[in-house]
């Protein structure tokens, strides 16, 4: 079955970046988009980009242009996000989601979400 | 950007009732290309990550009961739950994926009355 698991908890100091992982497992790695979606405590769903894994292209939303670099290594399957000069509200559960981006038909399956927790 | 507003905020229903969330963007996400809306729409549960209920508008994902309906086009949408069930309990969003950035409304929490 299809499945995108990601890298666990992170608890960073401001001004750090982290590094998200999402291994994909149960199809073909490369037909899929990944998308990245963050979402604050008790808050709703903010989209920030998504990577093509079988080119590398990508599109960031505009918000985090210059912090956000997305890339994948499709020998294992796996998709990154890097979140880079972190502030206290970038504390979030990031999310990857994959589309099938061909007829875009909705983030049909999500991984199971990231905590990261930026603190001093 | 395109800014999706659903409404109500929350809303509490007795089980075996009609839920209607709204959803309004501002401006088409409608592909005349295609004939497509690019509206989809979520369910969360607690600690879960989003799944995915509706997208283009009114197609059903695969294994979503047909409880769960999506209508209109354009600039507004809605969902519709046609008898609520207790596992319906959870917070509702939808999304535009017309044009980037993605956005999705604020949420809709529905409860049981």
């Known amino acids: 079955q299809v499945q995108l698991v990601q890298s666990g908890a992170e608890l960073k100091k401001p001004g750090a970046s982290v590094k998200v992982s999402c291994k994909a497992s149960?199809?073909?790695?490369?037909?899929?988009?990944i998308h990245w979606v963050r979402q604050a405590p008790g808050q709703g769903l903010e989209w920030m980009g998504w990577?093509?894994?079988?080119?590398?292209?990508?599109e960031y939303a505009q918000k985090f242009q210059g912090r956000v670099t997305m890339t994948r290594d499709t020998s294992i399957s796996t998709a990154y996000m890097e979140l880079s000069s972190l502030r206290s509200d970038d504390t979030a559960v990031y999310f990857c989601?994959?589309?099938?981006?061909?007829?875009?038909?909705?983030?049909?399956?999500w991984g199971q979400g990231t905590l990261v927790t930026v603190s001093s | 950007d395109i800014v999706v507003t659903q409404s109500p905020e929350s809303l509490a229903v007795s089980l075996g009732e009609r839920a209607t969330i709204n959803c309004q963007s501002s401006?088409?996400?409608?592909?005349?290309?295609?004939?497509?809306?690019?509206l989809a729409w979520y369910q969360q549960k607690p600690g879960q990550p989003p799944k995915l209920l509706i997208y283009?508008?009114?197609t059903r994902q695969s294994g979503v009961p047909d409880r769960f309906g999506g209508s209109g086009s354009g600039t507004d949408f809605t969902l519709t739950i046609s008898s609520l069930q207790a596992e319906d309990v959870a917070v509702y969003y939808c999304?535009?994926?017309?044009?980037?950035?993605?956005?999705f409304g604020q949420g809709t929490k529905v409860e049981v009355k």
């Open positions: 989601a994959r589309e099938y981006h061909f007829d875009s038909s909705g983030f049909d399956s």
């Open positions: 990577i093509n894994p079988y080119s590398g292209g990508t």
């Open positions: 999304q535009q994926y017309y044009t980037t950035p993605q956005t």
């Open positions: 401006q088409s996400v409608f592909y005349r290309s295609n004939n497509k809306n690019y």
């Open positions: 149960g199809y073909t790695f490369s037909g899929f988009y």
């Open positions: 283009w508008a009114s």
